[in-house]
């Protein structure tokens, strides 16, 4: 198996607050759009409310991806323009298809504590405008591997594969050791990967893997050296290459600045999003898109 340091990168993450809960916003960012199809990665919290409702992310709408939310801590109840009502608990996921447009909230239902990863997975271009769909993944499988607990929530890891429906190569996996622990673990070389750390101390490669920075590495890769101190946690993303990228602005995902207009004018128009969301939140306002010139999908990103 081969390991080149040299292929890794590091991109720091920026802080950012949804429904009043600090993020790091680990992707998109300047240097690096996409790992495989997951395009959009929050680590949401810890948090603890000592009074306050916690998140509140009021009707908002999504095109042509597909939402995941892994939940650590806290409770969180969705509901969307499907009629869907569902609290997703620690250990679970909520999985989200937009396809064609969809509206959907998100609630705390009053636990003290919040901690959770939210992501975005575009879908593949021939697929952006199936019918929208929601899921809810009580189950997921888990293994001990060298040391680490490790959690499969999507695709397929060390023989065991997740249940959650996705329509692309990839693959995501949460890791926990509770002790010191050192895994040499295989990797497929036409995947491309990420590593984020959400606590403790981690290392990948021998290299600080700081809990504010994506560590990536390029696809042909066949293996990854994770250290993980005690009580930490991280979490692995994966895919194949996502061939001439996506568009992403506000809440929608595109493929051209035309498209994405179109989506933004149906929702101010009440169209396109099915039924009107029963959350006693309002609906988000976007941001006026009057004189912004979206970056093409093809563009190249920012050199390092």
Not at 105 to 124: C, M, N, R, T, Y
Not at 191 to 203: D, I, M, P, S, T
Request: charged share 15%.
């Amino acid at each position: 198996m081969s390991i080149d340091n040299k292929a890794l990168r590091h991109y720091p993450g920026r802080i950012a607050d949804v429904g009043g809960v600090p993020v790091l916003r680990a992707l998109p960012q300047r240097g690096r759009r996409m790992v495989g199809a997951w395009c959009f990665l929050d680590h949401a919290g810890p948090s603890h409310f000592e009074s306050g409702p916690g998140m509140q992310v009021g009707p908002h709408p999504h095109t042509c991806l597909q939402t995941f939310t892994w939940m650590i801590e806290g409770e969180i109840l969705h509901r969307d323009s499907l009629g869907s009502e569902q609290p997703i608990r620690p250990g679970q996921v909520n999985l989200m298809t937009a396809g064609k447009g969809i509206a959907h909230s998100e609630e705390s239902l009053g636990k003290p504590d919040f901690h959770a990863v939210q992501l975005w997975i575009a879908l593949p271009k021939d697929q952006r405008f199936m019918p929208p769909r929601f899921q809810h993944y009580p189950q997921l499988p888990r293994l001990q591997e060298q040391g680490i607990q490790m959690t499969v929530l999507a695709g397929d890891w060390l023989g065991q594969q997740a249940p959650t429906e996705v329509h692309s190569p990839l693959v995501a996996v949460d890791m926990e050791a509770a002790q010191a622990s050192s895994a040499s673990l295989a990797l497929r070389p036409d995947f491309e990967y990420a590593v984020l750390c959400l606590y403790g101390e981690v290392q990948v490669n021998g290299e600080p893997a700081p809990s504010n920075e994506l560590v990536y590495l390029p696809d042909g890769q066949t293996s990854l050296d994770l250290q993980c101190g005690a009580g930490s946690r991280c979490i692995l993303l994966g895919g194949t290459p996502y061939e001439g990228g996506v568009m992403i602005w506000w809440n929608f995902v595109g493929q051209s600045q035309k498209e994405i207009e179109g989506f933004l004018r149906d929702w101010q128009n009440g169209e396109g999003f099915g039924a009107p969301v029963a959350s006693p939140l309002p609906p988000l306002v976007p941001p006026s898109l009057e004189g912004v010139h979206l970056r093409s999908p093809g563009e190249a990103p920012a050199k390092d």
